[in-house]
Structure formats: C-alpha cells, structure tokens
C-alpha cells in the first residue's frame, strides 16, 4: 500500500489504523548499540559479511517474510508514517529476538556511515519519546516498528539492496560489485528535534537545519533574495510515492557564489551524502562538486526548530530537501521540532 500524506493530514489521521504492528518490550532498544563495525570498515564487502551472519540466524519462513527479488515492486512501497496508518513488508525491530536484533544493529552499522548509524539511533529514539503520548497507542509510535527487507540475493558478484525503515526514516541503499552504489532514495526525519530519552540528550536533524542555514546566512542580501524559495510547502515534493518527479530549479545558482559560499554549500550536501559508508560518500562529494555549478540552493525561513523552514538543493543528480514544519503532531513534542528531509539521485533510485 502507498500512502503519502501531508503533516496536517496526519493531524485528521489519527483516527485511522492500518494495521496491529508487533509490540515487544524491548527496554534495551533505545539507546542503540554504540556504532561499532566488527566487519571491517562500513562498506558493502562489510555489509555482505554482516548479513550473512544475520541470515544465518533466521529460520527460511521468517526470510520469506523479507527477502525480495531485486526488482520487486515492493521495494517502491516506503513510507515515513507511523505503522498505525500505514502497512509495511519486511521483518520488524520487534518480531527479533535479542540476538537477532543485535546482529541486525551490526549489519547496519557495517551498512552505513556513522553519520547514517546516528540518524538511525537519534530517529528511533525520537519514537521512544513519542511511545508514551497520548496519540501513540492508536499511531503505534514504538521503536520496535522499524522494518528491514532485502532485495536480490546479498552476493559479491550480483547487484542487491536493502531497506531499513519505518516512521519518520526511509533507507534504501544498493549494493554492486560489493561496493555501496547509491543511497537513493533516503528520507530522515524526525519529532521532536531537541529532547531526552533514557538519559541522553538528541538534538536530531538540527545539523542538517542549521547546515543549511550557515549557507543562508553566508549570502549577500542580494543573492539571499535569490536564493528565496518562496512558500514553506506542506510536505517534502519527493518524499515516498514521488518516484520520478523532479521539481522545477529554483533558488541561486552555486556559480554565482563565492569559494566560502560553495564550502558552505558542499558542507550542508555532505550532512546526507555521509549517510552511506566513505567508499561512495567519498566518490559522490567528489562528483557533485566537480558539478557544483549546475546545483542551485534555496531557502525560505530561520534556524528556530519549531519555525516553518524549507531548503531544497538540486542539481542534475541532486535532490536535497528538508522541511521543518513548524507544529507537532505528539502533544508531548511542546514545540521541540518536526523534520521532514529527503535525499535523492535522480539518475539512480534504487540502483537503476
């Protein structure tokens, strides 16, 4: 099932459920195994070690359940909302065991950059801040609904990816020639921005908020009007179930920056690009700024987390998107942040 809805759409939403996601008492969940990598370097040698040892640790009923051919038309059925409203394939955080689970957290840190690891981490536990509103029951909000699938057969020798989400994170990455080939499509959002769980202090997505406004605030007041993008729209353009769609350029062009503004730029791109293991991010910051004239910024509000925000950065093989909404779904978030950003290359969702 594809669902897409705007935030002031989940406000009326809430009434709806699509489904009773597996709920576990999972304690231990939050915070999430410290980033380790007891496969070698995050890449995709590491990742094909990694879960292999996951694989082996799971009966062939439960791999049915989320193994997938490559080009399975699943693989396009993401969402970032809550398992209270929409449906997921795959297997959850919460149907594992402990064991399981331990070695799914290897597999994604083996998988990802530290970057990408941390934003797992800070997203889930901005589901645990979210598991005891009052909305939560009926919106499932729990870090146990994250869900993993596997599409194709993981191989050094054949393409595969895999997906790792649930509300508020959508992770798709691909793998070939045992190498990450591309994160694309990748949504990391989160609510609220700024809070505490368990004893630990988050501030997620705020970098990604605040990257974006130094590239702002580097701008002349000419070149910030031209970097204007206009309304604050309700939701990211190219989020889930907008495969293909490509905006219209808006915003100023990086030619017409300076060298501190281009580091500027580069430096926010990076805050996603770093997502994924160096052995592509390296590659990928290389290519897009040897292509950095042909990328455009724009922006529209400030860097107060609970203000209406929107920065989109584009280029040929480029979508960035990050949106803060300016209002809260979970009474509990009390103005503390609501982020939606998405990542994309164009010429390669999914690995095509």
Same mark, same amino acid.
């Given at each position: 099932?594809?669902?897409? =809805?705007?935030?002031?759409? @989940?406000?009326?939403? /809430? ?13 231990? *969940? ?11 370097? &995050? ?49 959850? =955080? ?13 597999? @994604? ?16 536990? &901005? ?22 699938? !596997? ?39 989160? $609510? ?39 309304? =604050?729209?309700?939701? =990211?353009? /190219?989020?889930?179930?907008?495969? +293909? ?23 926010? !791109? ?8 160096? $052995?592509?991010?390296? @590659?990928?910051? &290389?290519? *897009?700024?040897?292509?950095? $004239? ?20 584009? +280029?040929?093989?480029? !979508?960035? $998107? ?31």
């Amino acid at each position: 099932m594809k669902v897409l =809805v705007t935030t002031a759409a @989940l406000f009326l939403a /809430t009434s709806v459920c699509a489904h009773e996601a597996p709920i576990h008492e999972h304690t231990e *969940l939050v915070p999430i195994p410290a980033y380790e990598l007891p496969y070698g370097p &995050a890449s995709g040698a590491a990742a094909l070690r990694a879960v292999e040892a996951f694989l082996a640790r799971v009966d062939a009923d439960t791999k049915a359940q989320f193994m997938f051919a490559l080009d399975s038309p699943i693989r396009t059925k993401w969402s970032n909302l809550p398992a209270g409203i929409v449906d997921r394939s795959g297997i959850s =955080v919460g149907e594992l065991d402990d064991e399981q689970r331990k070695l799914l957290f290897a597999f @994604l840190a083996s998988s990802l950059g530290q970057e990408g690891y941390e934003s797992v981490a800070e997203v889930m536990a &901005a589901e645990t801040f979210l598991s005891t509103d009052r909305r939560a029951k009926r919106l499932q909000w729990a870090p146990e609904n994250y869900w993993l699938s !596997i599409y194709g057969t993981p191989d050094a020798n054949a393409p595969w990816g895999w997906q790792f989400g649930g509300h508020h994170l959508g992770l798709n990455i691909s793998i070939e020639g045992n190498r990450v080939e591309t994160m694309s499509p990748t949504f990391v959002g989160t $609510e609220p921005a700024i809070f505490t769980v368990n004893g630990m202090d988050y501030e997620a997505v705020r970098d990604m908020h605040l990257s974006g406004y130094a590239v702002y605030t580097a701008l002349d007041e000419e070149q910030q009007a031209a970097a204007h993008a206009g309304k =604050v729209p309700e939701d =990211v353009l /190219t989020g889930p179930g907008n495969d +293909g769609r490509i905006p219209p350029m808006i915003g100023l062009s990086a030619s017409e920056m300076t060298g501190t503004q281009r580091a500027a730029l580069l430096t926010a !791109i990076n805050e996603w690009v770093s997502i994924q293991p160096d $052995e592509n991010a390296k @590659l990928r910051m &290389a290519e *897009l700024a040897e292509g950095l $004239e042909e990328i455009s910024f724009a922006w529209v509000g400030t860097d107060e987390v609970n203000t209406p925000t929107y920065m989109r950065i584009q +280029g040929p093989t480029l !979508i960035i $998107e990050m949106l803060s909404t300016g209002g809260n779904v979970g009474s509990s978030a009390q103005g503390a942040g609501h982020y939606h950003t998405m990542y994309r290359n164009p010429t390669k969702d999914y690995g095509k």
